[in-house]
């Protein structure tokens, strides 16, 4: 029978860990941070080797809203966008005001976890975390040479002041869009398929974390506040494998053609034209034991170690979860009733979340009735962390 430990022991560390809370990975595998599309926001500007202050692609904006640059700005740890209304129409007319955008610079945010922390705006304007890419042609079938595709995950869409729907005020929003145009067409076909979950509270009420595990090119779970509430299966109506491809990060204020435009005295409130990312994290899969060099700015991690236990076929099998902000090794120790170590082991437990097994033949542990497994940094004393469970 298996035993599953519950019990989490934390570190007490010197260091300020800031909590991230990726799901568990596949066995075999670690989450590490992926330092590119991560940021914390804790200076002055946005970092120019991230992060554009506009759509990368072109986009200017939905009318009446354009992409103020001016809009964006980094400080007090948050990166905020700042809505108003234009001295000046532009566009020949068709922008009255502004919002704005923030894309990454590369365009290569492909399989992981992604994850941002936010706090909408209370107007009738997005505050938005999504990803997309440009048109590629479609390959799949021999039917036309000039039709094509692009992806678009929405991991949170929210209007803080909608008058028009509830639920972007008080909810998660997500979609995913397969962008189809056929051949000797130019208008988009959209194929889609969304979810959504209801919040604690409204989206612009207190910061609200809103994550998505893109797992393949089939599948997308999403996570609201650290908790998964739906998968997603892609809709594979043009393509067996619609999200394959790499895409760039955006969080974005816009207006809507469904949503009538904020007025001119809300976009002039500084208590509720301001949307705030506090911020952005993104993870990938790595193998439990492959190195990665990598570091990132702060401790995301919160240090833990979890155990359980099952027997299988002449093996004493240990399935091990742990988190560590660097280098660690988790030892096991086998011990009889009265304490005495039978056999001890060590795994390595590289920097990240990973999950990974070990087993030890039955006869090497007979008279064994709990184990003790151990966390220690193989760098500094920071992290000695240790549990015990029978088996």
């Known amino acids: 029978m298996k035993k ?51 759509y990368n692609g072109g986009w200017q904006g939905r009318a009446p809203a354009w992409f103020n640059p001016e809009a964006v700005s980094v400080s007090d740890g948050n990166m905020k966008i700042k809505s108003g209304v234009l001295d000046k129409p532009k566009g020949n007319g ?22 941002c922390k936010a706090k909408a705006s209370k107007i009738a304007m997005s505050t938005t975390f999504w990803m997309s890419n440009d048109k590629v042609p479609f390959t799949e079938n021999d039917d036309c040479d000039n039709d ?51 919040l604690r509270s409204e989206v612009s009420d207190e910061y609200h974390i809103y994550g998505a595990w893109w797992i393949d090119a ?15 299966q892609f809709r594979t109506d043009i393509s067996k494998e619609p999200f394959d491809r790499p895409m760039q990060i955006n969080m974005v204020t816009e207006t809507y053609d469904w949503q009538p ?34 570091k990132y700015e702060v401790d995301v991690f919160t240090n833990s170690i979890e155990i359980s236990t099952s027997t299988k076929k002449g093996y004493q099998l ?55 497994a151990q966390l220690t940094s193989t760098q500094s004393s920071n992290i000695d962390l240790s549990i015990e469970k029978a088996i």
């Open 318 to 372: 240990a399935d091990l979860v742990y988190a560590a902000n660097e280098d660690c090794q988790v030892t096991l120790y086998f011990m009889d009733k009265d304490g005495e170590v039978i056999k001890e082991t060590k795994v390595l437990a590289l920097e990240g979340l990973g999950h990974q097994s070990t087993s030890i033949k039955l006869k090497k542990i007979k008279g064994a009735t709990k184990v003790k």
């Open 4 to 54: 599953v430990l519950s019990l989490i022991l934390l570190a007490t560390i010197c260091t300020v860990v800031i909590s991230a809370k990726p799901p568990k990975p596949p066995k075999g595998f670690r989450w590490v941070i992926n330092t590119q599309f991560s940021d914390e926001f804790n200076g002055s500007s946005l970092d120019d080797s991230k992060w554009l202050n506009h």
């Open 218 to 232: 089939k599948e997308v779970m999403f996570f609201a506040n650290d908790a998964v509430f739906d998968t997603v």
């Open 94 to 115: 068709k922008y009255t005001m502004y919002g704005g955008a923030v894309s990454s610079t590369t365009k290569d945010a492909h399989f992981g976890y992604y994850e």
């Open 148 to 198: 094509s595709y692009s992806q678009e995950l929405d991991i949170q869409e929210a209007v803080g002041g909608s008058t028009t729907h509830k639920k972007f005020i008080t909810s998660m929003n997500c979609n995913t869009h397969y962008r189809y145009v056929k051949c000797g067409e130019r208008k988009e076909t959209f194929i889609s398929k969304g979810t959504g979950h209801k």
């Open 261 to 294: 435009a904020p007025s001119a005295e809300d976009l002039e409130n500084p208590e509720i034209n301001t949307a705030y990312y506090d911020w952005i994290r993104s993870y990938k899969l790595v193998p439990i034991n492959k190195v990665v060099k990598e």
